[in-house]
């Protein structure tokens, strides 16, 4: 493939529709940039840190704020995290699960094991 092609290709991201029963919709996932994907740890550690929540609860709901979109534009942005709290808690994990597939996350977003103690 050439370079051109290549290049032609970058930023052009998968979306997926997926039915919301908490908002009564549809919604678009976007799958994120290597750049996005890289600032969401820095980005749950600060919002953790600036809001007194668990680092693992500022991921999820950055993950889905990030995927979340409507025409392209994010519906959430990150100071939104405490209106986002308003949502059904599995609601918001069903759609961390759907974006972390999206974006090849292959762990639980809520930080769940599914190996078994075995394992260790």
Known sequence: MS?????ARLGKRKT??????????????????????????????????????AREGAFVFL??????VDGGERVFDDDDLADMSAADLAEIARLAEQAGALNGVQDDPLGNSSGSPDDA
């Open 3 to 7: 370079r051109e092609t290549l290049r």
């Open 16 to 53: 997926v529709e997926v039915e919301s029963p908490f908002w009564g919709c549809s919604v678009t996932l976007r799958e994120l940039s290597a750049a996005e994907q890289l600032s969401l740890s820095p980005r749950a550690d600060a919002l953790a840190k600036k809001l007194g929540v």
């Open 63 to 68: 993950l889905v704020a990030s995927c979340l």
